[in-house]
């Protein structure tokens, strides 16, 4: 192994900042280098009181920046330790908090953060290990992560990457492997995946890095002349498989690698011809195409490449002259440009790289619940699809949760959340206390409580721009019988959040009433007007149905909703006022005129109520005001004429008023 050139590319989504910062640990120092960075011409400045300290730091060899640009950590390998630094959110200087450093393994030498930001991960390359931390999120302190450290392979510690959707963390190993692990998105433990190690087809992994969208790998090594070599994750597993055409030439002695954030290019620097290669990355396939002008020249002894999170900027440490190249990335090519005024001088031989991530342009708006597929049905088992989105794409969503009950109550319910990291939680009977969590596509072990279940095997989620997907396998308890709500939310990583939505209902079986509220029909859709079909049973004869109730609105709340009565032996349907304390002049069906209050008007002319059997027929002819809104609930009722027997409300239906 050989320290100089020793190189560990870590990328991260991050919360914006006033500006943004590079930062590359100076191994000979026991310094890190700070610069901020131009965000016109990605030209370099150093920042006041760099370098920077690193406490009882021996040999630094990488770093990286939390998610949040809070914080930032060097793995320091003859100390043994990882050093902990806050970041000044305005001018990027970096401070050592004590107690300045925390215990690692024998030689730590690649570092490398969860995108949750929850844990740190170091490998240690004398102990053949990975030791896993928590971290404080407001003070950036870490604590070891029980069971930690995790044994890996031969050599472990030139290149660490955790995917970008935390599931899996993979580690290069001397021996010409690759480990993998699963994240435990709880505790952030580790566990080694079926078939690991997975054999290298590139020489030792020098460095390691994941495309933004987590389905391939790349590895970078100095034997063979210099290779890269590319894998396939399977997303579900986490298993690789080598892509056709790997490994592929780079340069002389290729020592670090890192992929552009659109996906669309690799970059490598070979340390004895001193440039950086160039490669297109088949978005399908994951193969690599030197672009044209590949490879581009840098210093003498390029070590590391880093790429800014705009995409619009590259940076090389070069540890012969101790210096950082810059250059702007041609976001349509991949080509490299040198900034106007040359490299910046760093401490005594800089090894790895960070940059802060750039404060992002924001897209309007609020993540929100789209639907829930069916919208209503009746059934024990059913796969259900559940859709939201966010403006910020899917990966904005801190999580997601779904709650089936008869009112939007967490307790004695079928109350979901699926978060950030790809597990998903079943809320106890009580609505509190520890959570049962599972992850999806047939490989956790699913959850459940009193009142339903979800099975891992036939579950999904999925992301697609802005789109997040859960298709749940759900089975329900005979004991939660009855006509549920269905109601969604969601909140994005910076806390913005949709609030409950109703977006469907679902009939468990088992339940009776008498008399009984039928169905509506449509049960789901949206619009500003509808001739809805409702429908009361009583198995005396419709004649038996006194006064039969219908409530529209988000939530069983009277006022402030479209809340009608129809008196079944007087043939008259009345409206509730915006108060909920009285009526509207009574409307006789089949007839003309109109009953109106601030959410809705009924008309007479297209309504109508039939009887047959033991079913009373209401058909309304119903129109809501722009001031409703929104996502409702439709509630029904039935009593019998002695008043003697009541149905008690019932979730049929649910309706967007658009």
């Given at each position: 192994m050989r320290w100089s050139y020793l190189a560990?590319?870590?990328?991260?989504?991050?919360?914006?900042?006033?500006?943004?910062?590079?930062?590359?640990?100076?191994?000979?120092?026991?310094?890190?280098?700070?610069?901020?960075?131009?965000?016109?011409?990605?030209?370099?400045?150093?920042?006041?009181?760099?370098?920077?300290?690193?406490?009882?730091?021996?040999?630094?060899?990488s770093v990286v920046v939390d998610p949040t640009n809070k914080f930032a950590y060097t793995a320091n390998t003859f100390s043994n330790n990882v050093s902990a630094f806050t970041i000044n959110q305005s001018t990027g200087a970096l401070t050592s908090p004590p107690p300045y450093t925390y215990a690692a393994g024998n030689g730590p030498t690649a570092v490398a953060v969860h995108p949750t930001g929850k844990f740190l991960y170091v490998t240690n390359y004398n102990d053949d290990t990975v030791s896993a931390y928590t971290i404080n999120p407001g003070s950036g302190a870490l604590t070891p992560v029980a069971g930690s450290p995790f044994a890996t392979g031969r050599d472990a510690g030139n290149g660490l990457v955790v995917t970008p959707s935390g599931k899996f963390l993979y580690v290069t190993?001397?021996?010409?492997?690759?480990?993998?692990?699963?994240?435990?998105?709880?505790?952030?433990?580790?566990?080694?995946?079926?078939?690991?190690?997975?054999?290298?087809?590139?020489?030792?992994?020098?460095?390691?890095?994941?495309?933004?969208?987590?389905?391939?790998?790349?590895?970078?090594?100095?034997q063979f002349f210099g290779t890269a070599a590319?894998?396939?994750?399977?997303?579900?597993?986490?298993?690789?498989?080598?892509?056709?055409?790997?490994?592929?030439?780079?340069?002389?002695?290729?020592?670090?690698?890192?992929?552009?954030?659109?996906?669309?290019?690799?970059?490598?620097?070979?340390?004895?011809?001193?440039?950086?290669?160039?490669?297109?990355?088949?978005?399908?396939?994951g193969a690599l195409t030197a672009i044209p002008g590949s490879p581009f020249a840098t210093g003498l002894n390029p070590v590391s490449v880093a790429i800014d999170s705009t995409g619009k900027f590259a940076y090389v440490a070069g540890g012969a002259k101790d210096q950082l190249f810059a250059y702007t990335v041609n976001t349509s090519t991949g080509a490299l440009t040198p900034v106007a005024g040359g490299p910046v001088s760093t401490?005594?031989?800089?090894?790895?790289?960070?940059?802060?991530?750039?404060?992002?342009?924001?897209?309007?708006?609020?993540?929100?619940?789209?639907?829930?597929?069916?919208?209503?049905g009746s059934a024990m088992s059913q796969?259900?699809?559940?859709?939201?989105?966010?403006?910020r794409g899917f990966t904005d969503f801190d999580v997601v949760n779904i709650l089936i009950n008869n009112f939007l109550d967490g307790r004695s319910a079928c109350y979901l959340a699926y978060n950030s990291i790809g597990?998903?939680?079943?809320?106890?009977?009580?609505?509190?206390?520890?959570?049962?969590?599972?992850?999806?596509?047939?490989?956790?072990?699913?959850?459940?409580?009193?009142?339903?279940?979800?099975?891992?095997?036939?579950?999904t989620a999925v992301g697609n721009g802005a789109t997040l997907t859960l298709t749940l396998n759900m089975t329900f308890t005979s004991s939660f019988?009855?006509?549920?709500?269905?109601?969604?939310?969601?909140?994005?990583?910076?806390?913005?959040?949709?609030?409950?939505?109703?977006?469907?209902?679902?009939?468990?079986?088992?339940?009776?009433?008498?008399?009984?509220?039928?169905?509506?029909?449509p049960a789901r859709g949206n619009g500003s007007s509808q001739a809805f079909t409702f429908t009361f049973s009583d198995t005396k004869g419709y004649q038996d149905?006194?006064?039969?109730?219908?409530?529209?609105?988000?939530?069983?709340?009277?006022?402030?909703?479209?809340?009608?009565?129809?008196?079944?032996?007087?043939?008259?349907?009345?409206?509730?006022?915006?108060?909920?304390?009285?009526?509207?002049?009574?409307?006789?069906?089949?007839g003309s005129g109109t009953v109106s209050n601030s959410q809705c008007t009924v008309s007479a002319a297209g309504s109508s109520a039939s009887g047959s059997g033991n079913t009373l027929t209401l058909l309304l002819n119903l129109s809501f005001t722009p001031a409703f809104d929104g996502n409702q609930v439709i509630y029904m009722a039935a009593r019998d004429s002695t008043d003697a027997n009541n149905s008690g409300w019932q979730a049929l239906g649910s309706w967007t008023v658009q």
């Open positions: 560990i590319i870590l990328t991260a989504q991050a919360h914006p900042l006033a500006a943004q910062f590079v930062y590359s640990p100076n191994s000979h120092d026991g310094t890190v280098s700070g610069f901020s960075i131009n965000p016109n011409t990605g030209a370099l400045t150093p920042i006041p009181g760099s370098p920077f300290i690193a406490f009882n730091a021996g040999l630094p060899q190993n001397g021996g010409g492997s690759v480990s993998a692990f699963s994240v435990d998105p709880g505790s952030g433990a580790l566990a080694l995946l079926s078939g690991s190690p997975f054999d290298l087809y590139g020489g030792n992994g020098d460095a390691i890095a994941a495309d933004p969208s987590g389905k391939f790998l790349y590895t970078v090594s100095d590319a894998y396939d994750i399977n997303t579900g597993t986490g298993a690789l498989t080598s892509v056709a055409g790997s490994p592929f030439t780079t340069g002389d002695s290729a020592s670090s690698v890192a992929v552009h954030p659109s996906g669309k290019f690799a970059y490598v620097t070979n340390f004895y011809d001193g440039n950086v290669a160039v490669f297109a990355i088949n978005t399908s396939n401490g005594s031989d800089p090894v790895s790289l960070a940059v802060t991530s750039a404060a992002p342009v924001v897209a309007p708006g609020n993540p929100e619940p789209v639907s829930a597929s069916p919208g209503a796969m259900m699809t559940f859709t939201f989105t966010d403006p597990a998903l939680y079943l809320v106890p009977d009580s609505g509190g206390g520890p959570l049962t969590g599972t992850t999806l596509n047939g490989k956790g072990n699913g959850v459940s409580n009193s009142q339903c279940s979800v099975a891992s095997a036939g579950s019988a009855g006509n549920k709500v269905t109601y969604l939310a969601a909140r994005d990583i910076a806390g913005n959040n949709s609030g409950w939505q109703a977006l469907g209902t679902w009939a468990v079986p088992g339940a009776t009433t008498f008399p009984s509220a039928g169905g509506v029909s149905l006194g006064v039969v109730d219908i409530l529209i609105n988000n939530f069983l709340d009277g006022r402030q909703a479209c809340y009608l009565a129809y008196s079944r032996p007087f043939n008259v349907l009345y409206l509730v006022n915006d108060t909920g304390t009285a009526l509207s002049p009574g409307l006789q069906l089949n």
